[in-house]
Protein backbone atom coordinates (compact mmCIF):
# COMPACT_ATOMS: atom_id res chain seq x y z
CA UNK A 1 0.00 0.00 0.00
CA UNK A 2 2.60 2.42 1.38
CA UNK A 3 4.72 1.48 -2.01
CA UNK A 4 1.62 2.31 -4.37
CA UNK A 5 1.16 5.28 -2.88
CA UNK A 6 4.63 6.28 -3.08
CA UNK A 7 4.28 5.27 -6.71
CA UNK A 8 1.40 7.66 -7.37
CA UNK A 9 3.62 10.65 -5.99
CA UNK A 10 7.48 9.23 -7.46
CA UNK A 11 6.61 7.13 -10.41
CA UNK A 12 9.01 4.68 -10.85
CA UNK A 13 9.76 4.50 -14.66
CA UNK A 14 12.20 2.47 -16.91
CA UNK A 15 15.16 4.07 -17.66
CA UNK A 16 14.91 2.98 -21.27
CA UNK A 17 11.36 2.65 -22.13
CA UNK A 18 9.46 5.36 -19.95
CA UNK A 19 7.21 2.63 -18.89
CA UNK A 20 6.55 2.51 -15.17
CA UNK A 21 7.80 -0.70 -13.17
CA UNK A 22 6.37 -3.08 -10.88
CA UNK A 23 7.57 -2.95 -7.49
CA UNK A 24 10.16 -6.20 -8.62
CA UNK A 25 11.85 -3.94 -11.07
CA UNK A 26 14.74 -1.37 -10.48
CA UNK A 27 15.54 0.83 -13.18
CA UNK A 28 15.11 -0.92 -16.44
CA UNK A 29 11.47 -2.94 -17.04
CA UNK A 30 12.04 -6.56 -17.65
CA UNK A 31 11.62 -6.20 -21.86
CA UNK A 32 14.27 -3.45 -21.56
CA UNK A 33 16.73 -5.37 -19.41
CA UNK A 34 16.63 -8.14 -21.69
CA UNK A 35 17.41 -6.15 -24.66
CA UNK A 36 20.78 -5.27 -22.99
CA UNK A 37 23.29 -7.21 -24.88
CA UNK A 38 25.45 -9.39 -22.45
CA UNK A 39 28.81 -10.25 -23.96
CA UNK A 40 28.95 -14.11 -22.29
CA UNK A 41 32.38 -13.35 -22.31
CA UNK A 42 32.52 -14.91 -18.39
CA UNK A 43 31.58 -18.02 -20.06
CA UNK A 44 34.18 -17.57 -22.86
CA UNK A 45 37.91 -17.27 -21.59
CA UNK A 46 39.52 -15.99 -24.52
CA UNK A 47 37.18 -13.43 -25.21
CA UNK A 48 38.29 -10.29 -27.17
CA UNK A 49 38.63 -8.21 -23.90
CA UNK A 50 41.14 -11.14 -22.48
CA UNK A 51 42.94 -11.21 -26.21
CA UNK A 52 43.10 -7.12 -25.66
CA UNK A 53 45.60 -7.70 -22.91
CA UNK A 54 47.80 -10.78 -24.52
CA UNK A 55 51.08 -10.29 -24.42
CA UNK A 56 50.85 -7.01 -22.65
CA UNK A 57 50.38 -7.98 -18.84
CA UNK A 58 49.55 -10.95 -16.90
CA UNK A 59 45.97 -11.60 -16.24
CA UNK A 60 44.33 -14.53 -15.03
CA UNK A 61 41.00 -13.50 -16.59
CA UNK A 62 39.07 -10.60 -18.40
CA UNK A 63 35.82 -10.16 -19.30
CA UNK A 64 33.32 -7.39 -20.08
CA UNK A 65 29.47 -7.84 -19.23
CA UNK A 66 27.66 -6.15 -22.22
CA UNK A 67 28.34 -4.38 -25.30
CA UNK A 68 28.39 -0.80 -25.31
CA UNK A 69 27.41 0.43 -28.56
CA UNK A 70 27.17 4.18 -29.45
CA UNK A 71 23.41 5.44 -29.16
CA UNK A 72 22.23 2.38 -27.00
CA UNK A 73 20.03 2.10 -23.69
CA UNK A 74 23.56 0.77 -21.97
CA UNK A 75 25.32 3.89 -23.40
CA UNK A 76 22.41 6.41 -22.33
CA UNK A 77 22.59 4.97 -18.53
CA UNK A 78 26.45 4.77 -18.80
CA UNK A 79 26.23 8.63 -19.25
CA UNK A 80 23.44 8.74 -16.68
CA UNK A 81 25.47 7.54 -13.79
CA UNK A 82 28.58 9.39 -15.10
CA UNK A 83 27.07 13.17 -15.39
CA UNK A 84 23.86 12.71 -13.38
CA UNK A 85 25.01 12.20 -10.11
CA UNK A 86 23.22 8.62 -10.13
CA UNK A 87 25.65 6.39 -8.31
CA UNK A 88 22.76 4.00 -7.13
CA UNK A 89 22.75 2.90 -10.83
CA UNK A 90 25.92 1.96 -10.99
CA UNK A 91 25.57 0.25 -7.70
CA UNK A 92 22.65 -1.75 -9.41
CA UNK A 93 24.60 -2.24 -12.60
CA UNK A 94 27.61 -3.86 -10.39
CA UNK A 95 25.38 -6.44 -9.12
CA UNK A 96 24.04 -7.00 -12.41
CA UNK A 97 27.92 -7.84 -12.71
CA UNK A 98 27.92 -10.18 -9.56
CA UNK A 99 24.51 -11.91 -11.21
CA UNK A 100 26.43 -12.86 -14.59
CA UNK A 101 29.57 -13.84 -12.28
CA UNK A 102 27.24 -16.40 -10.26
CA UNK A 103 25.25 -17.82 -13.03
CA UNK A 104 28.63 -18.25 -14.99
CA UNK A 105 29.02 -20.83 -12.48
CA UNK A 106 33.15 -19.99 -12.28
CA UNK A 107 34.57 -20.28 -9.12
CA UNK A 108 35.20 -16.47 -7.25
CA UNK A 109 39.01 -17.18 -6.21
CA UNK A 110 39.58 -13.04 -5.96
CA UNK A 111 40.07 -11.74 -2.83
CA UNK A 112 39.44 -7.86 -3.09
CA UNK A 113 37.62 -5.77 -6.06
CA UNK A 114 39.38 -2.84 -6.99
CA UNK A 115 38.19 -0.07 -8.82
CA UNK A 116 39.77 2.39 -11.16
CA UNK A 117 40.37 5.44 -10.16
CA UNK A 118 38.97 8.66 -11.23
CA UNK A 119 41.41 11.68 -10.99
CA UNK A 120 41.18 13.77 -7.78
CA UNK A 121 39.78 16.89 -9.62
CA UNK A 122 37.12 14.95 -11.62
CA UNK A 123 36.21 13.21 -8.28
CA UNK A 124 35.54 16.83 -6.60
CA UNK A 125 33.18 17.87 -9.63
CA UNK A 126 31.29 14.16 -9.73
CA UNK A 127 31.05 13.57 -6.09
CA UNK A 128 31.92 9.71 -6.61
CA UNK A 129 33.59 7.23 -8.44
CA UNK A 130 31.50 5.50 -10.75
CA UNK A 131 33.57 2.81 -11.17
CA UNK A 132 33.90 2.49 -7.05
CA UNK A 133 30.07 2.48 -7.38
CA UNK A 134 29.93 0.07 -10.01
CA UNK A 135 32.83 -2.19 -7.70
CA UNK A 136 30.31 -1.51 -4.14
CA UNK A 137 27.33 -3.88 -6.07
CA UNK A 138 29.69 -6.38 -7.52
CA UNK A 139 31.08 -6.59 -3.54
CA UNK A 140 27.82 -6.89 -2.02
CA UNK A 141 26.72 -9.20 -4.41
CA UNK A 142 30.08 -11.43 -4.55
CA UNK A 143 30.41 -10.80 -0.77
CA UNK A 144 34.54 -9.67 -1.28
CA UNK A 145 35.99 -6.99 0.42
CA UNK A 146 36.13 -3.66 -1.39
CA UNK A 147 39.52 -1.72 -1.45
CA UNK A 148 38.01 1.82 -2.61
CA UNK A 149 41.25 3.35 -2.06
CA UNK A 150 44.11 0.74 -2.83
CA UNK A 151 45.13 2.46 -6.17
CA UNK A 152 45.36 6.01 -6.96
CA UNK A 153 45.71 8.05 -9.53
CA UNK A 154 48.72 10.53 -9.94
CA UNK A 155 48.72 13.01 -12.83
CA UNK A 156 46.32 14.31 -15.30
CA UNK A 157 46.62 14.01 -18.72
CA UNK A 158 45.12 17.16 -20.33
CA UNK A 159 45.82 16.20 -23.61
CA UNK A 160 44.97 12.54 -23.54
CA UNK A 161 41.77 13.21 -25.26
CA UNK A 162 43.55 15.10 -28.31
CA UNK A 163 46.18 12.47 -28.90
CA UNK A 164 45.63 8.93 -31.15
CA UNK A 165 45.10 5.61 -30.29
CA UNK A 166 49.03 5.18 -30.39
CA UNK A 167 49.98 7.83 -28.63
CA UNK A 168 47.70 7.21 -25.55
CA UNK A 169 49.30 3.93 -25.23
CA UNK A 170 52.57 6.05 -24.00
CA UNK A 171 50.49 8.83 -22.39
CA UNK A 172 48.25 6.70 -19.37
CA UNK A 173 52.05 5.23 -18.65
CA UNK A 174 52.75 5.47 -14.82
CA UNK A 175 49.71 7.01 -13.88
CA UNK A 176 48.58 5.16 -11.07
CA UNK A 177 50.58 4.09 -8.35
CA UNK A 178 49.33 1.81 -5.09
CA UNK A 179 48.39 3.76 -2.40
CA UNK A 180 48.71 1.35 1.03
CA UNK A 181 51.75 -1.06 -0.33
CA UNK A 182 51.91 -2.39 3.54
CA UNK A 183 48.40 -4.08 3.55
CA UNK A 184 48.78 -6.25 0.60
CA UNK A 185 46.54 -9.39 2.06
CA UNK A 186 45.48 -9.31 -0.72
CA UNK A 187 46.62 -12.39 -3.32
CA UNK A 188 44.53 -11.82 -6.38
CA UNK A 189 42.62 -8.61 -6.88
CA UNK A 190 39.95 -7.84 -9.27
CA UNK A 191 39.74 -4.26 -11.32
CA UNK A 192 36.89 -3.18 -12.36
CA UNK A 193 35.95 0.13 -14.58
CA UNK A 194 32.69 0.57 -16.56
CA UNK A 195 33.81 0.99 -20.08
CA UNK A 196 36.82 -0.83 -21.91
CA UNK A 197 37.86 0.61 -25.33
CA UNK A 198 41.45 0.21 -25.98
CA UNK A 199 42.61 -1.09 -22.55
CA UNK A 200 45.32 1.13 -22.54
CA UNK A 201 44.12 2.98 -19.00
CA UNK A 202 43.39 -0.33 -17.50
CA UNK A 203 46.77 -1.70 -18.81
CA UNK A 204 48.52 0.81 -16.87
CA UNK A 205 46.38 0.50 -13.64
CA UNK A 206 47.42 -3.17 -13.92
CA UNK A 207 50.79 -2.73 -14.24
CA UNK A 208 50.97 -0.94 -11.08
CA UNK A 209 48.74 -3.27 -9.21
CA UNK A 210 50.74 -6.65 -10.54
CA UNK A 211 54.16 -5.92 -8.12
CA UNK A 212 51.96 -6.10 -5.01
CA UNK A 213 49.19 -8.57 -5.53
CA UNK A 214 49.68 -12.51 -6.53
CA UNK A 215 47.21 -12.65 -8.97
CA UNK A 216 44.70 -9.98 -11.38
CA UNK A 217 42.15 -10.09 -13.26
CA UNK A 218 40.00 -7.30 -14.80
CA UNK A 219 36.29 -7.10 -15.55
CA UNK A 220 33.95 -3.85 -16.78
CA UNK A 221 30.53 -3.25 -17.76
CA UNK A 222 30.87 -2.52 -21.19
CA UNK A 223 33.44 -3.09 -24.15
CA UNK A 224 33.02 -0.94 -26.83
CA UNK A 225 31.59 -2.66 -30.37
ZN1 LIG B 1 11.63 -0.45 -20.51
Known amino acids: MLTNLMNLFYPHCCEACGLSLTNS ?13 STNFLHWPENPVAKMF ?23 LVHRFKYKETPHLAVWFG ?11 IPILFDAIVPMPLHPQKYKVRGYNQAEELARGLALKLQLPLMADYLRRKS ?11 DRWENVEGIFEVRDQGTASCKHVLLIDDVVTTGATMESAA ?7 DALSIVCLGVTA
Open 25 to 37: ERYLCLSCFGKLP
Open 54 to 76: YGRVDLKMAAATYYYHKDSILQR
Open 95 to 105: KCMGEQFLEAG
Open 156 to 166: YNNSQTRKGRV
Open 207 to 213: QALLPYV
